[in-house]
Structure formats: structure tokens, C-alpha cells
């Protein structure tokens, strides 16, 4: 996965798995960089149910445990889902690195140019939310 010209691996960053029955529903991984979280990915295997927003509580958690300040994502200007998601969920658009895409597909070519709709893939969208002093939610 590529994000703001950062390569991730997913499978080797910390993360939570949601299980239904023994069965993964959902995932979201992470990174800490001083006080600020990252959420690097998350999914969840049927959307409306509450997995997701599930998943960013354990991860803020998680992040106020170890003192950040800050948890943040980046996603892109065609996931219009994604977007309102997490605006839902409080957290507020920060950035908007217009045709940053152009620069992740030199490090990944096999993203799309456009998405399952046609709209063209190209801004990523810095998107954060604030976390207060103390722990858990």
C-alpha cells in the first residue's frame, strides 16, 4: 500500500481483527509516529453494522494510551463513502495534496486511473481527528 510517498506493508504493522463466529468481518492497521496515529487501512467485510466504527475506537484507544494527540488517515478524492464515513465519526478534512496520486503510482503502478465509477483517482485527502488528553474512549 502506498500513502503521501510512504510504502506500507500492512501485514507486518499492528492492528485489530474483528471476528464474527471465528470468522474476520474486520481489520484496520496502524502505525505511532511520536502523537500522531495513523490508520494505514481499514475494512470491514459488510459495511453498516458498526465494524468500522468499532475499529476506530479500539485504535484511539490505543493511540491515547500511548499519548498521541492526533489519529489521522489519508484516503482519496474518488471514495466519496469513505469520505463521508469518516466525517461521521468526527474527524475533519486537513489536506488536500491535489494529483498526489500520480506520484503513489510510480512507487505502485498498478493503481487504477479511475475508479469502478469513472471518476478519475488522483488527490489523496488528509483526514484527522483530535484526541483529548487521558485514556481509552
Known amino acids: 500500500m ?30 505511532i509516529d511520536g502523537a500522531a496515529c495513523e490508520i494505514v487501512t481499514i475494512d470491514a467485510v ?29 484516503t482519496t478524492n474518488d471514495n466519496v463513502r469513505a469520505l463521508g464515513f469518516y466525517r461521521a465519526r468526527g474527524f475533519d478534512v486537513v489536506t ?7 506520484a503513489s503510482r510510480t512507487l505502485k503502478p498498478s493503481i487504477p486511473l479511475v475508479n469502478e465509477a469513472g471518476v478519475p483517482i488522483q488527490d489523496e485527502i488528509e483526514m484527522e481527528r483530535r484526541l483529548p488528553p487521558g485514556r481509552g474512549r
Open 2 to 31: 502506498v500513502g503521501h510517498g510512504v510504502v506500507y506493508r500492512p501485514h507486518l504493522l499492528p492492528g485489530f481483527v474483528v471476528t464474527d463466529a471465528g470468522d474476520p468481518v474486520g481489520l484496520l492497521t496502524y502505525t
Open 46 to 74: 459488510i459495511e453498516g453494522n458498526g465494524i468500522g466504527s468499532l475499529l476506530i475506537g479500539s485504535v484511539q484507544d490505543v493511540a491515547r494510551a500511548a499519548g498521541c494527540s492526533r489519529l489521522w488517515l489519508v
Open 96 to 102: 488536500v495534496r491535489e494529483g498526489a496520486i500520480a
